[in-house]
């Protein structure tokens, strides 16, 4: 079986893509995946965006509308659809990659679904390897949670900026307000803005949420915009509140800053997830230096604590 790297990745399309991922989930903690992941992770590229919000709220809509614009704009993408997951297979459900109206043809687009199984917070096991080599090859990620209310908050952890999605007349906004899911978007989407009275009443209620939140980082203000995805309203506005968040995550490192801290907290629940409270206490300190790959540093600690058992 041959090596994947990162260069092969980078000329070998969608299908190089996509055997990497399927050998990443089969044998995660191999070297040739541990060596793929430290180096992808050493040059990211990509803006990564989180969308969460309900079910039903019209992501996977949002999603194409922001591919499309995207693509028109010459940007490759990368998406990934965490979908809820059959307790039987613990395979997807909804199938959000057959609600995208992408070309399959087009190399610049790349879609995966990931079943979600027994993780609460929206997220797949996988999503933080995929992210982080997709991060490497395209110019945006795309993630889209699963939409379970409260537990979204995971999805901090994987994106630069998160939009939060909410749908008019649905008591989503209440849902906002009511599960502290308000600290965690920096973009803010009212979808189906063309359902007219109930749609501005549902951004008056975010907006009302957030002025009663905690102050947010120094610098930027949540935008809450009107978006009607199938008659494609509203979606530059929504490209430049991504593109102007990005620019402002730039400035003075609070990018790097902030994928540092993502980092430390992925290789901390790593650890838990594997070893327990007690393998996380004889681990030991967990802190990262700027740079250092959380893969090859949970691979040696992995080693360690299984040496010591």
């Known amino acids: 079986m041959s090596i994947i790297t990162l260069e092969s990745l ?61 693509r028109g704009q010459g940007r490759t993408v990368a998406c990934i659809a965490v979908d809820p997951s059959s307790r039987r297979s613990g395979g997807a459900l909804l199938g959000d990659r057959t609600r995208l109206s992408t070309d399959p043809e087009d190399q610049g687009v790349f879609v995966r679904s990931m079943a979600a199984r027994d993780r609460l917070g929206g997220l797949a096991a996988l999503t933080v390897s995929a992210m982080v ?113 990005a620019e402002w995550l730039r400035q003075g490192g609070r990018l790097d800053a902030a994928r540092l801290a993502q980092a430390r907290l992925w290789l901390e629940e790593a650890v838990r997830e594997r070893f327990g409270r007690e393998g996380l206490r004889r681990a030991g300190p967990l802190s990262l230096a700027a740079g250092e790959s959380p893969f090859r540093r949970l691979a040696t600690l992995s080693a360690a604590l299984l040496e010591g058992s």
């Open 133 to 245: 080599v997709m991060r490497a090859l395209y110019d945006v990620v795309l993630i889209e949670t699963v939409g379970v209310g409260q537990s979204e908050t995971d999805v901090v952890g994987v994106a630069d900026t998160v939009v939060f999605c909410v749908q008019p007349g649905s008591g989503d906004s209440l849902q906002f307000m009511k599960a502290g899911i308000v600290e965690i978007p920096h973009v803010v989407v009212v979808t189906k803005a063309d359902m007219g009275a109930s749609a501005a009443r549902a951004r008056a209620d975010v907006l009302g949420a957030l002025s009663l939140a905690e102050a947010g980082p120094e610098g930027w203000r949540v935008p809450v915009l009107m978006v009607s995805s199938m008659g494609g309203e509203g979606v530059a506005e929504l490209i430049a509140a991504l593109d102007q968040h």
């Open 10 to 70: 980078r000329h070998g399309g969608k299908a190089a893509l996509s055997r990497a991922l399927g050998r990443l989930e089969a044998a995660p903690d191999s070297e040739d995946s541990v060596a793929l992941l430290s180096a992808a992770h050493a040059a990211p590229r990509a803006r990564v965006v989180g969308m969460t919000g309900p079910p039903g709220v019209g992501k996977s809509t949002l999603m194409n509308a922001l591919i499309g614009r995207w």
